[in-house]
């Protein structure tokens, strides 16, 4: 199983991007799959999750401005953020079942 986070990067405060995780050995559309954080000097931050049958659910910190959704065809699992502000940046993992976990992508949020 591997999975590989994309997307990330540098953007100014107000900004979005987009992640995305891709798979092989793994399929999204049976699974839950998680996006979670990892700030600078801080512990592991569960953002957002897309159950099997498509429930999806989020931390108070991003509701409302981050959307997880998953295109089955593609067998991939993304996370739009919008409205991004500094205490948004963190390395982002995506992981399915909380078991499988990908490398990451950073994400930073500066002017």
């Known amino acids: 199983v591997q999975l590989v986070e994309s997307g990330g990067g540098l953007v100014q405060p107000g900004g979005s991007l987009r992640l995305s995780c891709a798979a092989s050995?793994?399929?999204?559309?049976?699974?839950?799959t998680s996006w979670a954080r990892q700030a600078p000097g801080k512990g592991l931050e569960w953002v957002s999750g897309?159950?099997?049958?498509?429930?999806?659910y989020y931390a108070d910190s991003v509701k409302g401005r981050f959307t997880i959704s998953r295109d089955n065809a593609k067998n991939a699992v993304y996370l739009k953020m919008n409205s991004l502000n500094p205490e948004d940046t963190a390395v982002y993992y995506c992981?399915?079942?909380?078991?499988?976990w990908g490398q990451g992508t950073q994400v930073t949020v500066s002017s």
């Open positions: 897309i159950t099997s049958d498509g429930k999806t």
């Open positions: 050995g793994f399929t999204f559309s049976g699974s839950a």
């Open positions: 992981a399915g079942w909380l078991i499988f």
